[in-house]
């Protein structure tokens, strides 16, 4: 059976593997969209998730690789970063944060935002899925072939 068909397999389940971790930094977000106390006493600030091609390749190997015959590495995930603009104030005299006018700092979580993101994520695990599920059904034909 071909590498390649194996390779579309790796591809996808890290596709799978990225989605799921993004989803769960998107699910992270939402949750807390109202904390305006974490541990270390700060507003919550909205992460996102940094993908690069899963490559340790120098560029100029990758150039040639990519001018002879495609291969695709799959995706990995480099980092979760903090978005670092700054949230909202809300005017909340009553709230335990509060500042001495009254104002409260908000977290920069924007729940449309999220609820996008979520659905794009949703919407590309489920692609990978796909993708894996053909790449698979291929393989298994072809061992029916040799049967």
């Given at each position: 059976m071909s590498s390649g068909i194996f390779n579309a397999m790796n591809v996808s389940?890290?596709?799978m593997t990225a989605q799921r971790?993004?989803?769960d930094i998107i699910s992270q977000n939402i949750a807390n969209v109202n904390t305006t106390r974490d541990e270390n006493g700060e507003v919550y600030k909205r992460k996102t998730v940094v993908f690069q091609e899963n490559s340790n390749a120098p560029f100029d190997r990758v150039l040639s690789n990519r001018l002879e015959t495609y291969k695709a590495n799959g995706v990995k995930i480099t980092a979760i970063v903090e978005d670092t603009r700054e949230g909202a104030m809300a005017y909340d005299p009553s709230h335990p944060d509060a500042d001495e006018n009254g104002y409260v700092m908000l977290p920069n979580v924007n729940t449309v935002t999220?609820?996008?993101n979520l659905i794009d994520a949703s919407r590309s695990y489920e692609a990978n899925a796909t993708a894996f599920n053909a790449a698979k059904s291929m393989a298994m034909k072809?061992?029916?072939l040799f049967q």
């Open positions: 389940a890290s596709g971790t993004r989803m999220e609820m996008t072809g061992l029916e």
